[in-house]
């Protein structure tokens, strides 16, 4: 099919006609006990429901628009395929089989075709699939940039998708009968994950500015190519995955936070709103999908917490044989090395068997042993440095630095990514995966960061890098997967005297932490005497070390007498 790029969205595209029947629901991918499985609940937040039960990955829901059928993608068989859910009958039937990636579906309005992205012709592509037939077509085979994320408009006449095309992420629209190519933005900014309103008049995407993603909305027939507005309707500073309600009037949005996500909803035109929250903060991924029609099927569930399926790892707890009134002892990891031979990498007994556990995955996904080989695990407790905190997770045994940068036979395969939240600067770190044939990891849709001396020196001072172009490949979201086992990121310093934007070891994207929910003085108290913490980390000796009040409170450790007075308030 060939493909021609205008200006400006065709007039051709009308307001389609709103008629709802059946239940108004979301569905949505959450990560609950061990796998990702889908759910669906109603538009206030209530009558929660499993979808989907299945130890691999199911990921991207995508109702159809009489809302009797879900399709989703799924990682079953170590394998990415769309799969599509009868919520009828329960039955699921397998859409796609190729060993390359398919993902992100969206249903034709007449329910006869599926469109969705693969990576099967080498780069991410805009594909159609047949739902009674399985044929096949490639919608974006002229185009080796990245195209992603399809949404169907409610005539069935266009597709919006994000494209790399132009060099940065922008949105296009594709005539599905005569394959012309309209852009609709350019703004250097990256935006992202369309999303038509029912009557087919307005589109929501995500306008994703170095880490920093909010939602806005545009006239379809007013393009920002054309000249036309963008109206921003989320202020939180890292949402993503706008979903229209039925009626058009609310969007539901994922709200990212450095502790999970949340679902939420708003109302659109009205000012200064509190969104309401659909979910507790929990791990929640993609795009949700609201329909009006939903046949109300699934597991119902009283609370997010019901039904256990076997954990991740067991900790095996040891009892400290030192005899020195400590009640649990750090304890050395086999086959870990650090850059000094002389040194002994160790963690506490409470964490050790959940790193070897991510370990032993992470090694299973990609091909090497990522874990294997580390910058710094504990520390010694009495340990000092002017451009180290003094009271570090290191020194509880809960926290290591991976390798600064991580090579194998194939060259450098770690890479970075911006993800800002809550005015904080954090870092998703991707492993290139050692076997590119699609049973490892998926295709990366975010820019990677540039940190080299050039770039940070050179092309960008004071901004500590720039974007790199899109990569192609398969990789492993490093960060996600260490989530699963309890381990953290911890985000950049930025501050006068020590920031990312211009001190290398202020970026800090090799560090996580398994806190467990501790503060980090109870934390300390699991592996040392409390004769050595009286001794190295009382109220005064924190103070000494160049510790501010509120964070000497925040880590738990007991206050002095004179502080006692404001103490109570902010002590966890």
């Not at 969007?251 to 949340?262: I, M, N, S, T």
């Not at 299973?364 to 010694?380: H, K, M």
């Not at 738990?556 to 006692?564: L, Q, T």
């Amino acid at each position: 099919m060939g493909l021609m790029i205008v200006l400006g969205l065709p007039a051709t595209v009308r307001p389609v006609a709103l008629a709802f029947s059946g239940m108004s629901r979301l569905a949505f991918s959450g990560y609950r006990h061990g796998q990702w499985d889908l759910y669906s609940l109603d538009e206030v937040g209530a009558d929660l429901r499993q979808l989907t039960n299945d130890s691999n990955e199911d990921r991207d829901p995508a109702y159809s628009s009489d809302g009797t059928k879900l399709a989703f993608a799924s990682r079953r068989e170590r394998n990415w395929d769309l799969y599509v859910l009868d919520l009828a009958t329960g039955q699921e039937t397998r859409l796609t089989d190729h060993p390359d990636y398919d993902g992100a579906p969206a249903w034709s309005a007449d329910g006869a075709q599926i469109a969705f992205e693969s990576f099967r012709a080498g780069d991410l592509d805009i594909w159609l699939v047949d739902v009674e037939s399985g044929a096949l077509q490639n919608l974006t085979a002229e185009s080796e940039a990245g195209d992603f994320a399809p949404a169907w408009s409610p005539d069935g006449r266009h597709i919006a998708f994000t494209s790399w095309r132009l060099g940065d992420k922008d949105l296009f629209v594709l005539d599905v009968e005569t394959g012309a190519l309209t852009q609709i933005t350019d703004n250097q900014a990256a935006e992202e994950w369309p999303a038509w309103s029912p009557d087919g008049t307005r589109l929501a995407f995500v306008r994703n500015w170095l880490g920093e993603r909010e939602v806005y909305t545009l006239d379809a027939l007013a393009p920002p190519v054309e000249g036309g507005m963008v109206t921003r309707v989320t202020w939180l500073g890292r949402d993503d995955g706008p979903a229209w309600s039925p009626e058009g009037e609310r969007l539901a949005v994922l709200h990212r936070r450095f502790d999970g996500e949340q679902l939420l909803w708003l109302t659109l035109g009205e000012q200064h709103q509190l969104p309401l929250h659909l979910t507790d903060v929990t791990w929640l991924d993609g795009r949700p999908t609201w329909s009006g029609n939903a046949i109300n099927y699934g597991t119902p569930l009283l609370t997010w917490a019901d039904a256990m399926p076997s954990p991740l790892y067991v900790e095996d707890l040891t009892p400290s044989q030192s005899g020195d009134g400590e009640p649990w002892d750090l304890v050395p990891v086999i086959g870990l090395d650090l850059p000094t031979p002389a040194l002994t990498p160790y963690f506490s007994d409470r964490v050790d068997d959940s790193y070897d556990a991510l370990r032993r995955r992470l090694a299973d996904e990609v091909g090497y042993d990522f874990l294997g080989q580390v910058s710094e695990a504990a520390r010694p407790y009495d340990f000092f440095s002017e451009t180290s905190e003094y009271a570090s997770w290191h020194k509880s045994g809960r926290a290591v630095d991976t390798l600064f940068e991580y090579h194998t036979d194939a060259g450098q395969v770690m890479e970075i990514a911006r993800d800002d939240m809550g005015g904080e600067t954090y870092w998703r770190v991707f492993l290139r995966c050692a076997d590119q044939s699609g049973t490892c990891g998926r295709p990366i849709t975010v820019n990677t960061w540039d940190y080299s001396y050039r770039a940070r020196a050179e092309i960008a001072p004071e901004q500590g890098g720039i974007e790199k172009p899109v990569l192609h490949g398969y990789y492993v979201d490093f960060a996600a997967l260490a989530r699963e086992y309890g381990w953290s990121r911890i985000s950049s310093w930025n501050d006068g005297d020590f920031s990312w934007t211009w001190h290398f070891k202020a970026f800090e994207y090799w560090h996580y932490q398994k806190t467990d929910g501790l503060p980090w003085y109870v934390a300390m108290q699991e592996v040392y005497a409390q004769a050595k913490l009286d001794r190295y980390f009382t109220y005064d000796r924190m103070l000494e070390v160049g510790d501010y009040p509120f964070l000497i409170a925040l880590k738990g450790v007991p206050p002095s007498a004179d502080a006692r007075l404001w103490w109570a308030p902010v002590r966890p």
